[in-house]
């Protein structure tokens, strides 16, 4: 098989995954389906991946070693995708065991498969969270990221660590990708766009974090997987990979590559975007910051555009739609 992608039944997972298999390629996806939220949702997502005769899936954690160990027995893969991991700032304050089981002893799972499978090319999901309180605005992938304010942030912050030494170590081509805010069909219901636009549409009140002070690089789903195909065929070597960064050098076939739209929306223009296309009034809780959360985010995507031409594509305005739309038709209002 050419290409493990793991998270296969999240949001971002699933949606590269059907790229893939639309293009014809064989892909073994994997996901544990835990219930840190709807898993009927996760369900739906897979059943569009089952349809296609070039896709295999495995119920497994990242975590379990075991199973891991299995797949390196059974498969050959080429690529590595890896996009599992237990999301969410604010559950991080919650649960920090989830976060340390999945994206620190999961991680040094797959990287140990990397290793042993000698693949072409591992991407990994990082985070636009690991820039923490950063007051330079747009982020950078040269910027100091020693500051994460949540532990979910630091275990990306980690994650890019481990991919540096392993790729150090036994060259192993990696590039982690920092993700800016994600949304659209089939988007996670832990994350703003989807509360909102649930709250909204159910006459309910939403939270309002900052008292709406607030702006994030939000980027559409079709522009996120574009980034993550591109970046896939953009193969760091120890001389050409994106140097400058403080987790570069030449010693290792390693990036970090900003995946964002570049150009942040104040939150309650979003807000008002999704009253628009749903036709009914937000009702509002304005509350302080909470912990763990940062006021802003502004990626520089220069980087990835210049390696592979990404160019983000869809409009806030035609983004919400598509959201509000596919909201209403998933749940039969």
């Given at each position: 098989m050419k290409y493990l992608l793991t998270g296969v039944a999240g949001f971002i997972g699933s949606e590269v995954c059907l790229a893939l298999l639309q293009r014809g390629e064989e892909v073994v996806g994997i996901d544990n389906l835990n219930d840190y939220y709807d898993v009927l949702l996760k369900e739906s997502r897979l059943a569009k991946l089952h349809e296609f005769s070039n896709f295999i899936f495995r119920k497994i954690s990242v975590e379990n070693r075991d199973a891991i160990a299995e797949l390196n027995a059974e498969y050959q893969f080429e690529y590595i995708i890896h996009l599992a991991a237990q999301a969410g700032v604010r559950?991080?304050?919650?649960?920090?065991?989830?976060?340390?089981?999945?994206?620190?002893?999961?991680?040094?799972?797959?990287?140990?498969?990397?290793?042993?499978?000698?693949?072409?090319?591992?991407?990994?999901?990082?985070?636009?969270?690991?820039?923490?309180?950063?007051?330079?605005?747009?982020?950078?992938?040269?910027?100091?990221?020693?500051?994460?304010?949540?532990?979910?942030?630091?275990?990306?912050?980690?994650?890019?660590?481990?991919?540096?030494?392993?790729?150090?170590?036994?060259?192993?081509?990696?590039?982690?990708?920092?993700?800016?805010?994600?949304?659209?069909?089939?988007?996670?219901?832990?994350?703003?766009?989807?509360?909102?636009?649930?709250?909204?549409?159910?006459?309910?009140?939403?939270?309002?974090?900052n008292h709406g002070n607030m702006a994030r690089d939000f980027t559409y789903i079709d522009d996120v997987v574009d980034g993550v195909l591109l970046a896939l065929n953009a193969i760091p070597t120890k001389h050409g990979g994106m140097m400058g960064s403080s987790l570069n050098d030449t010693t290792a076939c390693f990036q970090v590559l900003n995946v964002?739209?570049?150009?942040?929306?104040?939150?309650?223009?979003?807000?008002?975007?999704?009253?628009?296309?749903?036709?009914?009034?937000?009702?509002?809780?304005?509350?302080?910051?909470?912990?763990?959360?940062?006021p802003s985010t502004y990626a520089d995507i220069s980087q990835l555009r210049t390696l592979t031409g990404y160019s983000p594509k869809t409009s806030i305005e035609d983004g919400v739609q598509a959201t509000v739309s596919w909201y209403r038709e998933y749940y039969g209002l």
């Open positions: 559950y991080s304050i919650e649960n920090p065991e989830a976060y340390i089981d999945s994206n620190l002893v999961g991680f040094g799972n797959i990287l140990e498969l990397a290793r042993k499978q000698s693949v072409r090319h591992l991407v990994y999901a990082s985070s636009s969270s690991v820039y923490g309180e950063n007051g330079k605005q747009p982020f950078s992938e040269q910027d100091n990221v020693d500051h994460p304010v949540s532990l979910y942030a630091a275990t990306k912050k980690a994650n890019e660590a481990m991919a540096h030494s392993y790729s150090h170590l036994y060259d192993i081509p990696a590039t982690g990708l920092r993700f800016f805010t994600v949304y659209g069909p089939w988007g996670r219901p832990d994350m703003a766009p989807f509360l909102f636009t649930d709250a909204i549409l159910g006459n309910r009140p939403i939270n309002v974090f964002g739209n570049s150009q942040p929306v104040k939150l309650m223009d979003f807000i008002q975007a999704i009253e628009r296309f749903s036709g009914k009034k937000a009702k509002m809780n304005f509350m302080d910051m909470q912990k763990g959360d940062v």
